[in-house]
């Protein structure tokens, strides 16, 4: 199987489940704030959250 092919899909159930659930806005948004300590909400806005298809975790 090649490198390409290997990122493509999610080998670990965990991670997939990661995925679909904080694929979505409002759960990313839920997570980020309910886990992110008070001095880095300070300095982010998660109205303005955008969600990426990219991956950036080989």
């Not at 008070?38 to 991956?55: A, C, G, R, Y």
């Amino acid at each position: 199987m090649t490198d390409e092919k290997k990122t493509a899909w999610v080998i670990n159930p965990h991670d997939k489940l990661f995925r679909d659930i904080y694929s979505d806005k409002e759960n990313a948004r839920s997570l980020l704030s309910h886990r992110l300590p008070d001095k880095v909400l300070k300095l982010v806005n998660l109205n303005t959250l955008e969600i990426s298809k990219d991956s950036f975790v080989l």
